[in-house]
């Protein structure tokens, strides 16, 4: 008899721990069983820099989790980000014995060799090897290869990779909590998986997920990803942005930026705006939208620049899809537009039955994600513990194994 299987997924972000707990069911679906969250203190630009505070709000979002999913946590896939992630595409090639002629499996693993054989920094390993596509004797965009007779198989793959001691710190962080990590994935891989469905990557789709310290981005073009990465520069900076600039705290310039700005200077009426708890004090909407509109560009204009010299934009049939908890800030679809001259769709979730609300906000595109992932993992892999899966990553990470 087919039995369901519980996964648990973790963001560390910069504004909040959160801890989702969800149960895919024989027939694939997925249910959310719980969410635990904290607010996120000791983490900087996606990074963590204190570790004891962030096992602090760590725990009390395991104990939350568990609390409301009525589930012992004991394992989690652990996202991550931060400006160390990098990326770049790769080709490898191989000979096809002329005895054999057949591809085998064991021909992708070894063409796969090939392609991770790519000079990184000494301080970076592999976070992910995504095939793009195979080729068989020059036939292009082979979905899968093995049986096939030929005598060249070449393979393009995305490569995501960051420094090393940052990812050992963040697993080392969850470790002493004490929970295992089952895998690591770069944040926007997991939100992909349920923000972005299978069209949408065939027919070209940018996923921009904005958080509150680093912003995220994944594209997709017939179906491969061809290019992702971060930028530390996410909604916390517009609030300080703010604060400095009108002398104010931090907690009331996140007001003002909630409340009452907007990232777009489109149709703008300019009125003055009560500061909360500054008596007398007065902002014009039009400075306070200018303050957002000049950060809020800077960090789309960073993410647009290497896209558009590869070309890339030009073929996003779907458009571009935004999340994270500041894509929910006023105006920031219409900037997008204007940045890309894109049109941005709203973002979808995969079939999943739990709280509606989870799914229909932004913040929890990653967590939510990451049940998906792992769902999507253990379907292509033989069943293993959570121990030989983490050892065979972290192998993998640390420059070892295929």
Do not use: W
Not at 315 to 320: A, E, F, M
């Amino acid at each position: 008899m087919a039995t369901s299987n519980i996964y648990v997924g973790l963001e560390i972000g910069t504004s909040k721990v959160c801890m989702v707990v969800g149960e895919v069911r024989s027939d694939g679906a997925i249910k959310i069983l719980g969410v635990g969250q904290h607010p996120s203190a000791g983490v900087r630009k996606g990074e963590i820099v204190d570790p004891e505070t962030v096992q602090t709000c760590l725990h009390d979002a395991l104990m939350r989790a568990e609390e409301r999913s009525n589930v012992e946590v004991n394992t989690v896939f652990l996202a991550v980000t931060g400006s160390h992630v990098q990326s770049l595409n790769n080709r490898g090639t191989i000979r096809v014995a002329d005895e054999q002629m057949e591809i085998a499996l064991e021909d992708l693993e070894e063409v796969k060799k090939i392609a991770r054989d790519v000079p990184l920094p000494k301080e970076n390993g592999y976070i992910h090897s995504i095939i793009q596509h195979y080729y068989v004797d020059g036939k292009d965009k082979i979905t899968n290869p093995v049986g096939m007779l030929g005598q060249k198989l070449e393979a393009d793959y995305h490569i995501i990779h960051g420094v090393k001691t940052r990812i050992q710190n963040a697993i080392k962080c969850v470790r002493e909590v004490p929970l295992e990590v089952e895998d690591i994935v770069f944040s926007p891989v997991a939100a992909a998986q349920v923000v972005l469905n299978r069209e949408a990557k065939h027919e070209g789709a940018l996923l921009i997920d904005i958080g509150g310290g680093t912003t995220d981005f994944i594209c997709f073009i017939d179906g491969a990803v061809v290019a992702s990465g971060c930028v530390p520069i996410g909604g916390d900076h517009i609030t300080n942005d703010i604060a400095l600039v009108l002398k104010i705290p931090l907690a009331r310039a996140e007001k003002l930026k909630v409340n009452h700005g907007s990232a777009s200077l489109r149709g703008m009426i300019d009125v003055d705006i009560a500061v909360e708890g500054e008596s007398g004090k007065v902002v014009s909407q039009e400075l306070l939208n200018q303050i957002m509109n000049a950060r809020v560009t800077e960090l789309l204009s960073v993410v647009h620049e290497p896209l558009f010299k590869a070309g890339y934009l030009g073929r996003l049939g779907k458009g571009i899809f935004l999340t994270g908890g500041s894509s929910l800030m006023r105006g920031i679809a219409d900037l997008t537009e204007e940045i890309f001259g894109i049109p941005v769709q709203k973002s979808g979730s995969a079939a999943m039955s739990g709280p509606t609300a989870l799914f229909e906000n932004p913040q929890y595109a990653t967590p939510v994600g990451l049940i998906r992932y792992a769902q999507l993992l253990d379907e292509q892999k033989p069943k293993r513990g959570a121990l030989s899966k983490l050892s065979e990553k972290l192998e993998k990470f640390f420059g070892g194994g295929k």
